[in-house]
């Protein structure tokens, strides 16, 4: 069921990102903003929070969302356009393996595929060809995921799919209509606001983490309008300045609790 989740995976944040877009990411804010985000995990949404590390070396670590697309029992670990941040995979083979995934890495070097461009709405997947992620790339996803229809979406810029593009409930699709499958559509009048993180807790809760009012006012007015969910506001002021969003922040897992 869409957004049932049982475990998070993170990544600490390092000192090294501090010298990431030109300089201009405060990084004792940023570590903040991880640790509030990292709390929302375990005690708003209830989940087993599997933190890494920090490793120097990855100065973008922290958005370890773009290393793995987590779909029933199959685990596919990307490869980032960026040659730099391809080390981000390691360790997650083990880390899905012990959770008894399914596992399975792309390794052709003539594909490129961040998680960040790809939506799964439950019933199909949108695969957004970007600057980040190829036609080759997307026909991996496809061939992973055999059991849903797998759809291409372009995305322009420096954008990935998620960046304006996000489930926002079991069939609501905030942003925009990608599909002739019948999708409730809440758009807001901030792009980067329409990334969040709908979740279910318990029987009948709905949560949906999103962009703060500090941050985006107007958008936060259409949650607002969400009388029936549980609104849990989340910064990432300093992330977004090197490309990162609520959804990059962390790998998202629905996994038996016997496992």
Same mark, same amino acid.
């Given at each position: 069921?869409?957004?049932?989740?049982?475990?998070?995976?993170?990544?600490?944040?390092?000192?090294?990102? +501090?010298?990431?877009?030109?300089?201009?990411?405060?990084?004792?804010?940023?570590?903040?903003?991880?640790?509030?985000?990292?709390?929302?995990?375990?005690?708003?949404?209830?989940?087993?929070?599997?933190?890494?590390?920090?490793?120097?070396?990855?100065?973008?670590?922290?958005?370890?969302?773009?290393?793995?697309?987590?779909?029933?029992?199959? +685990?596919?670990?990307?490869?980032?356009?960026?040659?730099?941040?391809?080390?981000?995979?390691?360790?997650?083979?083990?880390?899905?393996?012990?959770?008894?995934?399914?596992?399975?890495?792309?390794?052709?070097?003539?594909?490129?595929?961040?998680?960040?461009?790809?939506?799964?709405?439950?019933?199909?997947?949108?695969?957004?060809?970007?600057?980040?992620?190829?036609?080759?790339?997307?026909?991996?996803?496809?061939?992973?995921?055999?059991?849903y229809a797998v759809s291409i979406v372009p995305v322009t810029g420096e954008?990935?799919?998620?960046?304006?593009?996000?489930?926002?409930?079991?069939?609501?699709?905030?942003?925009?209509?990608?599909? *002739?499958?019948?999708?409730?559509?809440?758009?807001?009048?901030?792009?980067?606001?329409?990334?969040?993180?709908?979740?279910?807790?318990?029987?009948?809760?709905?949560?949906?983490?999103?962009?703060? +009012?500090?941050?985006?006012?107007?958008?936060?007015?259409?949650?607002?309008?969400?009388? *029936?969910?549980?609104?849990?506001?989340?910064?990432?002021?300093?992330?977004?300045?090197?490309?990162?969003?609520?959804?990059?922040?962390?790998?998202?897992i629905n996994r038996k609790p016997e496992f």
């Open positions: 069921m869409t957004g049932r989740y049982t475990h998070a995976v993170v990544r600490g944040v390092p000192s090294s990102l +501090a010298q990431e877009a030109d300089g201009k990411v405060d990084l004792a804010k940023a570590q903040r903003e991880s640790g509030v985000f990292s709390g929302i995990l375990r005690q708003k949404l209830g989940l087993q929070v599997m933190e890494l590390p920090p490793n120097e070396d990855l100065p973008r670590g922290q958005l370890i969302g773009d290393m793995a697309i987590v779909i029933a029992d199959t +685990a596919l670990i990307t490869r980032p356009a960026n040659p730099a941040r391809r080390k981000e995979t390691e360790g997650l083979q083990k880390l899905f393996e012990e959770l008894k995934f399914r596992v399975y890495e792309l390794t052709d070097e003539s594909a490129t595929l961040d998680a960040s461009d790809v939506l799964f709405t439950g019933t199909e997947i949108f695969v957004g060809l970007s600057k980040w992620t190829n036609l080759q790339g997307a026909e991996v996803v496809a061939k992973t995921y055999q059991d954008l990935h799919l998620k960046s304006f593009c996000s489930m926002a409930g079991p069939d609501t699709l905030m942003m925009e209509q990608l599909t *002739d499958h019948h999708y409730e559509t809440l758009t807001v009048p901030d792009d980067a606001a329409a990334n969040c993180i709908y979740a279910r807790v318990g029987p009948k809760s709905n949560v949906l983490v999103h962009r703060s +009012a500090e941050e985006y006012p107007n958008s936060v007015q259409v949650f607002q309008k969400l009388t *029936d969910y549980t609104l849990v506001p989340a910064s990432c002021t300093e992330v977004s300045k090197i490309g990162g969003c609520l959804t990059s922040c962390s790998i998202l």
